[in-house]
C-alpha cells in the first residue's frame, strides 16, 4: 500500500515506511520530529526539471512525464517498490498542492 502525505502533518502510527522524496529538506521541519525511515533525493525531481514546472498547474502533465523519464532505471525508485509490497509506505513531500506534486507521480508509478 502507497500514502501521499505532507511532511508538516503528524507522523501516524499507520504509516509505515515513511519516506522523504524531496531534494531539498523541508523549511521548519527538524529531522527527528519527520520520523523518517530514508530521505530518498535519489527519487526527486531534478533541480533544472523542478525549476521549471515551478509549482504551476498548468504545468504538470509535462512535468509528470519529464519526470516519468529522469526515474527510468532509477534503482532508488525500484527500492521503493519493493518497500510498498512488503507493507505500508508513505511518501513525504513538503509542496503545498496537494494533486500537483512529484510525490503523485511517484505513487503512480509504483502503484503500476
Known sequence: MVRVKRIYEAPAE???TRVLVDRLWPRG????A???DWWATEV???TALRRAFA???E?????AEAYRRELEGNRALEELRRLAAKGTLTLLYAARDEEHNHARVLEA????
Open 59 to 63: 504545468r504538470f502533465e509535462a512535468f
Open 29 to 32: 521541519v527538524r529531522k527527528q
Open 44 to 46: 526527486a525531481p531534478s
Open 34 to 36: 519527520a520520523a523518517l
Open 14 to 16: 499507520d504509516d509505515g
Open 55 to 57: 509549482h504551476h498547474g
Open 109 to 112: 508509478l509504483i502503484r503500476d
